[in-house]
């Protein structure tokens, strides 16, 4: 066996320093985006990313540029002074947390011991527990760093061996069970304090409703719920920060490792006003805390996630990386857990060592980490390419492929093949992505449609290239009372695919309110409301408005809140919710404002990404891009800028891609409603046909020339109102838990 590494530099290193660690025997020199290069020039994909602290990768050239630029400027003052950088960065962190106030720090050790001194204090001072008795409960299992206070709550022993007396003051439940949390509260608990995902456990994820959960009995006891989002947090999960995928809000939240850019330690503790006003000068501080420098780069870090739609990618990716490896049918893999970008494949000792098979895949070249002897975690720097992981994958199934066992003995093992519910995990993943003999998959529940109804449709304003108000004067009358039919056809063909549709009446004057999807978008029955750019549709406004409004007021949405102003929104033609990647994708550039990634994404705690729109008749998300029920996407590549394209391809995959062509685009087949695996079009050639047909889709085909004329089709004129970002996880178990059970059980 070769190594790329020099035993004299490790050698070194070991004589000089403590021995609390044991790296894997490679000597790391350069790191540029997800490759880090060793001292003899080999290169290794980095599928550890120092444990989730390098997700911008490594040497992102506008964190040097901030770091260095901050650095020749000011980089320590101590918080006895102010300084200019600081208030900008505690300002977004705020924001993006919806939290109050940030007390910054530097390794994450030290900010949850922050946490623990601010749960306390609350707990005297607001709740009123007697002096000394505060508690914190906290869940077996967990991780939250090294100082003494932190392990004495640790339930591993080789984290506490040798390092008591210990600090009282906590108690333990076990982590994904409600029932046993009750238990461990007290009159005296002042918090609940948990990562959402287990990390060093091995990516532990509790059961879904487990946070909502947690959130109620805080509410219930008086206690706060703070979470440790130091490894969860920033994008790792494929959301800003895992407990947005409950949609709870915790009372504090410690963040660290992603925050310093992968260039420096920053941490910070956050929460709400009540909590952190408990702290007056002189009560707590660190004089390395909140410096310039590391505010300087914290803050570009925010940034960056943001601007290169870092959340996003790690959705989709993840996505993608968890679907690849369950389709993984080894003996050596008894689970496959994670979200985001952050899965734990955890292998069977009885065949080989998670750390054996680390120690193989860094020969090859990629990096991974072993925990607790079975897990192997992957936790790649969120801007990878999808070709990169690919390889990366690639790579591990074929270092997988080393240690299983020969055939001879293979025959014991295959007695104990990928469990059952492994199985159907797999056949599930490979049914969703392509069997047109797959039994017709119908929605649960009946979809929830609104549309607007057609009574005064024409074309009398030019405010795309389609409309021709000339052209439509020569045969309004029949043009109009054929759009009457073919909006009705449309409404029976959803209705007889098992839709509910809500028409909101017509308005005299305002033809284009037809183009429903344009009043506002709805997202877990959260009504954002359209702000039109052109004055020709801008009187649709107060109509939608109302309209849902009474919706509400029925009980069918829950809010209705208004784009800001100054940004222009066209609600569901340029915002379309992906379930497959659990990402929202946006369109800009024509209609709607860019800006709008940002304010939706914060909205609703979901990853937005923006696509440029280009080409002037396609200038609505909704004309040039329809996500199909089983995730794959159908798009017209001329409408979108070259940088949109590239995003398409990585987050999507060309295998889900179907590349509509010149004539369908141009009959508006692509601007199409997807109900299960029936797809409703107002246009599709054989060949689109064809297409369909082979990846499991019915098409329907509603002619609808006469809104054409104005730019729209089905999707245009339709608005989904019972779209949930928390839907997909139903659909495909994200962790398969109960595999050892049942390997247990089988042998
Ligand atoms: C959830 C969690 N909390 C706290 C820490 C400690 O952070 P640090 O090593 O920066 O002190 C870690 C580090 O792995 C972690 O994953």
């Given at each position: 066996m070769t190594r790329s590494t020099t035993p004299e530099t490790i050698a070194r290193e070991q004589q000089f320093a403590a021995r609390n660690y044991a790296p894997l025997p490679v000597v790391l020199e350069r790191g540029h985006g997800e490759w880090l290069t060793d001292v003899d020039g080999k290169r290794y994909l980095d599928l550890m990313s120092a444990y989730s602290a390098v997700s911008h990768g490594h040497a992102h050239p506008r964190l040097v540029r901030a770091l260095t630029e901050q650095a020749q400027r000011v980089a320590v003052t101590s918080r006895a002074y102010h300084t200019a950088a600081l208030g900008p960065f505690l300002e977004k962190l705020t924001r993006l947390t919806g939290l109050d106030r940030a007390l910054p720090a530097n390794g994450g050790a030290e900010s949850v011991e922050t946490a623990i001194k601010a749960a306390r204090r609350w707990g005297y001072q607001v709740k009123g527990i007697a002096a000394d008795r505060a508690e914190i409960v906290v869940a077996r299992g967990n991780f939250h760093g090294r100082s003494t206070t932190i392990v004495s709550f640790s339930t591993e022993d080789s984290y506490r061996e040798g390092f008591g007396p210990f600090t009282p003051g906590f108690r333990h439940f076990d982590f994904g069970d409600l029932a046993s949390l009750e238990a461990a509260i007290t009159p005296n608990t002042a918090a609940v304090l948990i990562e959402p995902i287990q990390g060093e456990a091995g990516i532990v994820v509790p059961p879904d409703g487990f946070l909502r959960g947690v959130r109620a009995l805080?509410?219930?006891?008086?206690v706060l719920m703070i979470l440790d989002e130091i490894q969860s947090g920033l994008g790792r999960t494929g959301r800003w920060f895992a407990f947005q995928h409950e949609g709870v809000k915790p009372d504090g939240l410690i963040l660290g490792k992603a925050l310093g850019g992968g260039l420096l330690p920053v941490s910070c503790f956050v929460g709400t006003a009540e909590l952190m006003d408990v702290f007056e000068p002189g009560s707590h501080g660190s004089t390395f805390g909140g410096n310039p420098l590391a505010a300087a780069v914290g803050l570009e870090a925010l940034r960056v996630m943001e601007d290169e739609g870092l959340v996003a990618r790690s959705a989709a990716l993840g996505a993608?990386?968890?679907?690849?490896?369950?389709?993984?049918?080894?003996?050596?893999?008894?689970?496959?857990?994670?979200?985001?970008?952050?899965v734990g494949v955890d292998l069977d000792p009885a065949i080989v060592s998670a750390r054996a098979v680390v120690d193989r895949l860094a020969d090859k070249g990629v990096l991974s980490k072993d925990t607790?002897?079975?897990?192997?975690?992957?936790?790649?720097?969120?801007t990878i390419s999808r070709a990169a992981l690919d390889?990366?994958?690639?790579?591990?199934?074929?270092?997988?492929?080393e240690f299983e066992p020969a055939p001879a003995h293979k025959a014991d093992v295959t007695t104990l093949p990928a469990t059952p519910r492994r199985k159907a995990v797999i056949e599930n993943q490979r049914d969703n992505q392509r069997d047109p003999q797959r039994p017709p998959h119908r929605p649960a529940t009946r979809a929830q449609l609104m549309m607007s109804a057609p009574d005064h449709f024409e074309v009398s304003y030019k405010i795309n290239p389609w409309m021709d108000p000339a052209h439509w004067a020569v045969s309004a009358e029949r043009l109009a009372s054929d759009a009457k039919r073919g909006w009705l056809a449309l409404k029976s063909t959803y209705e007889r695919l098992g839709a509910k549709v809500e028409v909101q009446p017509a308005v005299r004057g305002l033809p284009d309110m037809v183009f429903t999807a344009n009043a506002g978008v709805v997202l877990d029955r959260k009504v954002t409301l359209a702000r039109f750019l052109c004055a020709e549709r801008q009187g649709e406004e107060p109509h939608n408005r109302a309209f849902f409004e009474a919706l509400r007021a029925r009980g069918v949405v829950d809010e209705v809140i208004d784009t800001p102003a100054g940004l222009y929104f066209e609600g569901a033609g340029d915002a379309i919710w992906?379930?497959?990647?659990?990402?929202?994708?946006?369109?800009?550039?024509?209609?709607?404002?860019?800006?709008?990634?940002?304010?939706?994404?914060?909205s609703y705690g979901v990853p937005a990404v923006a696509l440029e729109l280009v080409d002037p008749r396609f200038y609505h998300l909704d004309t040039c891009f329809c996500?199909?029920?089983?995730?794959d996407l159908?798009?017209?590549?001329?409408?979108?800028?070259?940088?949109?394209?590239?995003?398409?391809e990585d987050l999507?995959?060309?295998?889900?891609?179907?590349?509509?062509?010149?004539?369908?685009?141009?009959?508006?087949?692509?601007?199409?409603?997807?109900?299960?695996d029936d797809a409703v079009f107002c246009h599709a050639t054989a060949d689109l046909r064809a297409q369909l047909a082979e990846r499991g889709y019915r098409a329907h085909v509603v002619p609808l020339d006469s809104f054409n004329r104005s730019g729209g089709a089905a999707y245009c004129l339709t608005l989904r109102l019972d779209v949930s970002t928390r839907a997909a996880r139903a659909a495909v178990p994200l962790f398969v838990e109960d595999d050892a059970v049942e390997l247990r059980a089988a042998a």
């Open positions: 805080c509410d219930k006891h008086r993608h990386l968890l679907s690849r490896l369950r389709q993984i049918d080894s003996p050596i893999i008894r689970a496959v857990r994670g979200r985001g970008l952050w607790h002897e079975t897990v192997i975690r992957f936790a790649p720097p969120l390889w990366g994958i690639d790579v591990f199934i074929e270092t997988l492929r992906d379930r497959h990647r659990s990402v929202l994708w946006t369109g800009y550039g024509q209609r709607s404002s860019r800006e709008m990634q940002f304010v939706l994404g914060e996500v199909l029920g089983r995730g159908l798009y017209y590549r001329p409408a979108f800028s070259a940088r949109a394209l590239g995003l398409i999507v995959g060309r295998d889900r891609l179907i590349e509509a062509s010149d004539e369908d685009a141009c009959h508006l087949a692509v601007n199409s409603v997807a109900l299960g």
